[in-house]
């Protein structure tokens, strides 16, 4: 009897099924950094505001915090920069073109192999398995190929080979090519470099070392209140600030709101520059007319200012803090609980308190914040010129209703945590010009301090006084 007939296929073996890739698990640290960059990019999250808490949700070590802290802030500060180095390893294609959370996936694996000391290779590799993860395996490879291309440089390598050359520009083209280079060496954006280079003047050297300190991670500043500095000193393991007589510096770092100090609002965290902001108005001396017993803190808000301004006052001075957001009038209210401050959410441009009432008024104004860039990562990529000039009308209306709140002989402060000339001399310089003010030598009131400019306004500086770049003008009401 023949064999039964045999189909065509008979012979053919089965086709090997494609194995089934490993399944990928981030490590925590990683996976939070990348978290903060999404919270940035989707809602517009604050860097400083979000970290703390994925922190507290993951509940990690001291070690993989600290890590995730640096992965997650140097990233983001950083940003311009890693995007130049990946548009060239990307054959010139715009970073911007990728899919939102593959770029955020190469922002974190270059920041990594170029400004820590993790090994390139283990970068790498924990940046793929990461992207697996999150992204898929296919973008996972892009990211593979596009991090290797990033470490065959280290950062000064990139930076020589993309920053341009003067060669025989003229002075104004050479100025605009340092420019391009001091931006794409310190992570700034060209505009923010214009600016604090007018505020800080033609020393390029000194230029260089103040963009430099805005990518330094910053010490913590605790203000001590209702307690001796030198018992908070005690308490915390601190060091006195050099320049307030009421400052401590945390250099180890650490989160200062687990000191009972702070909970019970004896003592406070505020940068030092800003702390000389309240002593140099309370100090300034007032000029001839009948004292108030009033101090006005106009945009009083989180409240910081007006809590040393209540301590810094004697019994006879009653303080008024005014701040137009209803939460953070409450914030004021709760930094000043016990204090003798009064609260209240007004608008400074439509005031409910009588010209001329009061001895003393400071107006930290709304600002761009170009001051506080070491403390606050991605503000350097949220502003714009634009910014900017929205701004300068509100502070000048707010330093016009400052100077009509303060009595003939008071003393205005006008504060802004930016060195941005077109809001700090400017705007001050227009006051003086619209009369009924002269201006005080505000360094007269910050005795001990060096290297505050040529007067009559004080500018601080990270790289000079290790505060935040706070500007400060003292005008006298005629």
Known sequence: MPPPERGRNANRRPPKRRPTPPRRTPDPPRRIALDLLAAIRE??????????????????????????????????????????????????????????????????????????RIPAYAAVAATVNLAGSVVGEGPARLVNAVLRKVSKRDLEGWITELAPTAGSADEDDAREISVTGLSLRHAHPEWIVRAIADALGPDVAELGAALAANNERPIVHLVARRIARDELVSQVGGEPGPWSPYAVRLPGGGSPHSFAEIRDRRAGVQDEGSQLMALALAGAALGDGEPTGWWLDLCAGPGGKAALLAVLAGDDVRILAADRAPHRAQLVAQATRGQPVAVVSADGLAAPWRTGFADRVLVDAPCSGLGALRRRPDARWRRSPADVDDLVELQRDLLAAAVTAARPGGVVGYVTCSPHPAETVEIVQWAINRGGVSPIDARTALPEMPSLGAGPFVQLWPHRHGTDAMFLALLRVS
């Not at 070590?61 to 390893?89: K, P, S």
């Open 43 to 116: 809602r517009g999250a604050y860097a400083n505001l979000t970290l703390p808490g994925l922190l507290e949700q993951a509940r990690l070590d001291e070690r993989d915090a600290a890590l995730a802290t640096e992965l997650g802030y140097g990233t983001v500060r950083w940003q311009g920069t890693l995007d130049a180095i990946l548009a060239r390893c990307l054959d010139r294609r715009p970073p911007a073109d990728l899919d939102p959370p593959v770029l955020d996936v190469l922002r974190l694996g270059a920041y990594q192999i170029l400004r820590t």
